[in-house]
């Protein structure tokens, strides 16, 4: 690997860090909601989370882009902040993977919500224990394979991202240029030895992830399929 493969590594292990840990704070409250509430918004809350699963991610990159943008409602909004503007910035790539990997995050953490059951629940409603205790003494400790299979998730699908990244992140090194945008830059250069490194590296890394999820905790993939 050369200095931009390397950039471009450490570049992705930043993003997707950095995306995981946000995820993990935003994702736990509407995964506890999800798995709690009976309102009839759950179903469009649920369906708007699980959207990336099925919308291609240059339609993710695209409103995205245009809603950063100068004209954008949210451009104009970053921009009254004395923010900027968020497209072809670390920031902007942040918050485009915060939004696509959501489902990666939250869904594991709602199946785990709903194993907890309501008889943990109740017996601390009994021993006068109040909401927030209870969340944080009984139900997060009872899903922590939950957060231990949403974090991996995240973290993993952030790091596999193209089209969102390349739409809202564009191809600028050493800012926005992750791994899988380098190995596209690599193959265009028919620089196939440098593509097949970084590829390898990614295969590896996906599979690594994958099994150590099937053989630890086989369970937490049963809300994937």
Known sequence: MDEADLAAVWLTLKLASTVTVLLLVAGTPIAWWLARTRSRLKPIVAATVALPLVLPPTVIGFYLLVALGPN??????????????????????????????????????????????????????????????????????????GFVTAAILGFAHTVGEFGVVLMIGGNIPDKTRVVSVQIYDHVEAVEYAQAHWLSGAMLAFSFIVLLTLYAFNPSSMKGRR
Not at 74 to 102: D, E, N, Q, R, W
Not at 114 to 119: H, Y
Not at 132 to 145: G, K, M, N, Q, Y
């Open 72 to 145: 954008g409602a949210l451009g104009k909004l970053t921009s009254t902040l004395g923010l900027g503007l968020l497209p072809f910035t670390f920031a902007g790539l942040v918050v485009a993977s915060v939004l696509y990997s959501m489902p990666f995050v939250v869904q594991p953490l709602q199946n785990a919500f709903e194993a907890v059951g309501e008889r943990p629940l109740e017996v601390a409603a009994t021993l006068r224990a109040g909401p927030w205790d209870t969340f944080w003494s009984v139900a997060v400790p009872l899903a922590r394979p």
